[in-house]
């Protein structure tokens, strides 16, 4: 008798190459490789700063920062100055009221408003403020709008009264009223969650920050959580609508504090100053050149950039998918790029 055959050769010809095939497949993994260009840096902090990161149209981002610098920066990686008629006071922050108005807010007190049809733009100083830091400023929508800050020697790492305040238009910039103060704590940062229409600023009183919170979109203010000891700089809302705040030391660790007790450190990167993404991507800015990657919002890898001194980095901002510009003191301006790598193992 003849044992019976199992494979007869037109199978063999096919099942063998789908086995080597589904074995490759298997045993490939696709890596991320960053790596950061430097497109721009000064000698040292006397240097001007970039603060904050606007896209302006579909090629051109506006770099914003210290003694009133307007960059552009374009896709095709040219930088050149921007002319508007500055006082040279430091703008530390920028955004748009729609797709037409930008609106920038500075030492001072002054605020700058930019019409992208007309070419025009406007300035203004807000009197009672002439002392003061516009440091951030949060769009509800496009009449109403709140800014916070302080002492404009606070922002100059000097010792003061802070005299910390939030204050709000409803008239696309022109007027506006005080909504929050107090003498002794300053006003760092201001969110809106359009999900829940509920606004919040991460307020300092020395050695501990709390967080406020708003039910009337920024006209009424109240206590709702403290966050820790030390200064926590910056914050927004996950998908479930709970904080998440950034802050740490500027020489010492970077931290993330949930909504619940729980603080994640990071030793090496000093403050955390800001965080953006991309998808799965996601990029935390801190101190000393040193930036924070993580490609699934959980695992995060330090990415030290050896620059002229230890600048800062201040903001991020993704171009395109796999692409982002971050730029900080000293005149910085970076390209970190991320690379899909597929290797075999």
């Known amino acids: 008798m003849f044992a019976p055959r199992l494979f007869n050769s037109n199978y ?10 589904f074995l490759f497949v298997f045993n490939s993994v696709v890596a991320q490789s960053v790596s950061v260009d430097i497109l721009q840096q000064g000698k040292s902090f006397d240097d001007s700063a970039y603060y904050d990161i606007l896209k302006v149209d579909q090629n051109n981002y506006w770099l914003v920062g210290k003694y009133g610098i307007i960059s552009n920066y374009n896709i095709n990686g040219t930088i050149s100055s921007v002319n508007y008629p500055s006082n040279h006071n ?7 009221f729609d797709d037409n108005n930008i609106i920038a807010c500075a030492d001072k007190g002054c ?9 025009n733009w406007k300035s203004k100083q807000i009197e009672g403020f002439e002392n003061s830091c516009f440091y951030n400023i949060v769009i509800i929508d496009k009449m109403s709008a709140l800014i916070c800050g302080g002492r404009s020697a606070i922002a100059h790492s000097k010792k003061a009264i802070p005299n910390g305040f939030i204050i709000k238009t409803t008239d696309g910039g022109q007027t506006w009223t005080k909504v929050y103060s107090s003498s002794f704590k300053m006003v760092w940062s201001l969110d809106y969650n359009f999900q829940t229409n509920k606004a919040s600023a991460l307020i300092y ?4 920050t709390t967080l406020y919170s708003s039910d009337d979109k920024g006209s009424s203010w109240n206590q709702t959580g403290r966050i820790g000891k030390g200064i926590y ?11 998440v705040c950034y802050g740490g030391k500027i020489n010492g660790s970077g931290k993330l504090k949930y909504y619940s007790s729980n603080v ?10 800001s965080k953006t993404g991309s998808g799965n991507y996601e990029i935390m800015t801190a101190c000393n050149g040193n930036i924070l990657f993580s490609e699934n919002k959980e695992n995060w890898n330090l990415i030290h950039t050896e620059l002229a001194d230890r600048f800062s980095l201040y903001k991020a901002e993704f171009i395109n998918p796999s692409q982002a510009i971050i730029v900080g003191s000293g005149k910085t301006i970076l390209l970190l790029n991320i690379n899909q790598n597929l290797s075999c193992e």
Request: glycine content about 2%; proline content about 4%; cysteine-free.
């Open 233 to 243: 700089y910056d914050l927004e809302y996950d998908e479930d609508n709970k904080s």
């Open 12 to 21: 063999l010809k096919l099942i063998v190459p789908l086995l080597w095939f």
């Open 264 to 273: 994640r450190k990071f030793e090496k990167s000093g403050l955390i100053w």
């Open 205 to 208: 009183f020395p050695n501990h």
């Open 111 to 119: 605020i700058y408003f930019y019409n992208s049809l007309t070419k």
């Open 90 to 96: 430091d703008i530390y922050n920028i955004d748009r």
